[in-house]
């Protein structure tokens, strides 16, 4: 792994010194949890096939954390993270298409990662505006765009605010595209037992109240899951949208997406009609025995299909 000179900015990074006091309002339960968190955070970087490069950049909303790795002469792809999913582990999940592509995964700020700790608002086109001001920080004008869950809200975001900027775009159970969110199902089924969890862990529990969101959680995912919930705030964060057809350019190249059947955050039905109506779908896929996190087997029959979508 190659790690940059963060030349691009001199605002202090805290997770460099992790002596240092967390700042008001961190997403970390403490420096303890910050401390345990980066350890994974730096196990999944070093796990990466071939080299990754590091920086940061300033951004009116906060510095920027980006991991890239791939074909430094293909493509730039912007690859947005799940919530509380930071870039390395996005890496990891798109690495298939690193052969043709530089893929760019920033760390989101406010959530847990290496990007500034600090609250993230979503008013005003927030995400969309601070991606923008992250591909000008890095010198992109166009780029394709892979997304997973909450990220897919933000590339739409992006869509919204400057289409001329995106190129293709794949959604994978994509945030921003369901109407109504059913918090009370959600708060049932998840919210509840999480806070549980957080101040009674028992890993062997785990499976079980994950199960709602994922039936196919590797132990690696199992560890992660387990520091997001005892150790940060993960119920703060908010993606953008929902979006609607007057939000989207007439004119937008068509998205590649990918449903799951029993997503319960995502619920499939109202999701894809009213993912038919405000986008230019060219290629729907169905997991049809996944939750809302799909495990690499469910993934893995349409590797080649997302593939195939980005060719240059």
Not at 3 to 18: E, F, G, I, K, Y
Not at 20 to 27: G, R, Y
Request: proline share 8%; aromatic share 10%; hydrophobic share 40%.
């Amino acid at each position: 792994m190659m790690d940059q000179p963060l030349a691009h900015t001199n605002v202090a990074t805290n997770w460099r010194d992790l002596a240092q006091p967390l700042p008001k309002s961190s997403v970390y339960r403490s420096s303890a949890a910050r401390a345990e968190f980066q350890a994974y955070y730096q196990k999944t970087l070093d796990l990466l096939t071939g080299d990754v490069e590091t920086s940061t950049y300033p951004t009116s909303f906060g510095t920027t954390h980006v991991s890239c790795m791939g074909n430094r002469q293909g493509k730039p792809m912007l690859i947005l993270p799940g919530m509380s999913i930071a870039g390395p582990m996005m890496l990891d999940f798109f690495a298939y298409l690193a052969k043709d592509h530089w893929l760019i995964a920033p760390d989101l700020i406010g959530q847990p990662g290496r990007s500034a700790d600090v609250p993230f608002s979503i008013n005003n086109n927030a995400y969309g505006k601070w991606i923008i001001e992250l591909m000008d920080q890095m010198s992109i004008q166009k780029t394709n765009i892979a997304a997973a869950s909450f990220g897919g809200s933000i590339g739409l975001e992006m869509l919204k605010l400057a289409p001329e900027r995106v190129n293709r775009h794949a959604l994978i159970v994509s945030a921003g595209v369901t109407p109504k969110l059913p918090y009370l199902k959600i708060y049932a089924k998840l919210l509840f037992s999480w806070l549980a969890y957080r101040y009674f862990p028992n890993k062997s529990l785990l499976p079980v109240i994950a199960r709602p969101l994922s039936r196919h959680l590797t132990p690696d995912n199992l560890d992660y899951l387990d520091i997001i919930i005892r150790q940060t705030a993960f119920w703060r964060h908010r993606p953008a949208g929902p979006f609607f057809k007057k939000d989207m350019p007439q004119d937008m190249e068509p998205v590649l997406i990918v449903f799951a059947r029993n997503d319960i955050l995502f619920p499939y039905a109202p999701t894809r009609a009213h993912a038919e109506h405000i986008l230019n779908i060219g290629h729907e896929f169905v997991l049809e025995e996944s939750a809302h996190m799909p495990g690499d087997k469910e993934m893995a029959p349409i590797h080649k299909e997302i593939e195939a979508y980005f060719k240059p």
